[in-house]
């Protein structure tokens, strides 16, 4: 299995503009999550699904960020408009059920200036 | 939700043995432990998980309390490879999130 599929790596954007991060997970895995990451706050849960339905979405910093997930295979995280605040590495991860350890993808860098 | 609190940083030397603790006083019944280590530029890795008592694998080992209300993961005999950020975890599973907080930071010295 490839693992965790994340794309783009990096993403360099300018403030105002739409970013759209991919993720496949892990086929056969019921949940996926976004991650948010940086210096100041650590490792922040954004959003999750269980069986491509969004289960809890209270991490999601404003309305400016929305999630999909069409099918099991591929969700994606969208900022609209993003600013400079949004800058972070947002990883993806997916499990087969909770607690029982968390696969997560390699990141993407976003950098909005 | 079952908060953990575990130490920002920590020093080793290559060759000793390093054990991080991780507090979680309100640790419920079903939560599990999980332990993952974080390179930078990468995503976080499962190290191991355990209910109570102790787990061991190839890579750490886990003590858990009979209260359940901290945890201890132990690495052997680390090296400069194992610098890296470690994250306790507290999670029952279900629609819990789970929150990954700022974990610990690991520098190992030659």
């Known amino acids: 299995d490839a693992g965790v599929i994340q794309s783009p790596r990096h993403e360099v954007t300018e403030m105002g503009q739409e970013v759209t991060l991919r993720c496949k997970p892990i086929s056969g895995h019921d949940y996926l999550f976004w991650y948010r990451q940086t210096m100041m706050r650590g490792l922040e849960l954004l959003i999750y699904?269980?069986?491509?339905?969004?289960?809890?979405d209270s991490g999601m910093p404003e309305d400016r960020f929305s999630a999909k997930m069409p099918n099991a295979s591929f969700s994606t995280l969208k900022i609209q408009p993003s600013e400079p605040r949004d800058s972070a590495v947002y990883f993806c991860?997916?499990?087969?059920?909770?607690?029982?350890?968390?696969?997560f993808g390699s990141g993407t860098r976003l950098t909005v200036v | 939700l079952a908060k953990t609190t575990q130490p920002i940083s920590m020093d080793s030397y290559e060759g000793q043995e390093v054990n991080i603790t991780c507090s979680h006083n309100n640790i419920a019944t079903n939560d599990y432990i999980t332990w993952y280590q974080q390179f930078p530029s990468q995503g976080p890795r499962f190290i191991i998980q355990?209910?109570?008592t102790k787990v061991t694998n190839e890579v750490a080992s886990l003590f858990i309390p009979a209260d359940r209300k901290s945890s201890t993961l132990s690495l052997p005999r680390v090296s400069l490879s194992d610098t890296a950020v470690y994250y306790c975890?507290?999670?029952?599973?279900?629609?819990?999130?789970?929150?990954f907080g700022i974990g610990t930071k690991l520098q190992v010295i030659p």
């Open positions: 975890l507290v999670d029952s599973g279900g629609y819990q999130k789970v929150t």
């Open positions: 699904f269980n069986n491509n339905v969004p289960i809890d």
């Open positions: 355990g209910y109570k």
């Open positions: 991860a997916s499990s087969a059920e909770q607690g029982n350890g968390y696969t």
